[in-house]
């Protein structure tokens, strides 16, 4: 029941917190966590094994040298063994069933390979080779069907090498699904999907 918060603050629940804290069930501070971000955190997502993956513009978490994304462990320690290193600003993360990772923002490296603002990664960190949709400019926003489909929302204007306004889908293998184009006339910021199916956007 405890509270992740991710931003561009330096307080939290009047103790000194460097943009990313915990808070309890309650509403005031977790004392015991306190990971320290350079920069601005953008993005959570919590694993089945309660590890914490963070995205952002930061460049160090925890200590340790971390560029915009890191993984914490429940404690708010730092997962040593994970380090994917982005070269710019992680907007999105979004943990997969199968413990895979999808990361969107404005990188355009990723796991030390070239990635268009979107990427995937394997539970250990390391880039999956096999996903590479490659998005023109911005994701701000990923979601997760039912069906193992990836909504994917930002400022882009084409996406796998087929015009798409800002907001697509994608099978679950990384290739463009060509049946949806909701065609929005500016940027998606956020997006979710209903119990049933139905999906939200906003922008």
Known sequence: ????????????????????????????LDATF???????????AVQADGKILVGGNFTSIGGQTR????????????DIGFNPDANDWVRSLVVQSDGKILAGGFFTMLGGQSRSRIGRLHDDGTLD????????DWVNSLALQADGK????GQF???????RSC???????????????????GPVNSLAVQADGKILIGG
């Open 167 to 185: 907001i697509a889908r994608l099978h679950a293998n990384g290739t463009l699904d060509h049946g949806f184009n909701p065609d929005a006339s």
């Open 1 to 28: 029941g405890k509270i992740l918060v991710g931003g561009s603050f330096t307080m939290l629940g009047g103790q000194t917190r460097n943009r990313i804290a915990r808070l309890n069930a309650d509403g005031s």
């Open 67 to 78: 560029n915009r994304i890191a993984r914490l462990h429940a404690d708010g320690t730092l």
């Open 157 to 163: 204007f084409v996406m796998s090498g087929q015009s």
């Open 150 to 153: 990836v909504l994917v929302g």
């Open 34 to 44: 306190n990971p320290n971000a350079s920069d601005s955190v953008y993005c959570l």
């Open 129 to 136: 080779m096999s996903f590479n949709p490659s998005a023109s």
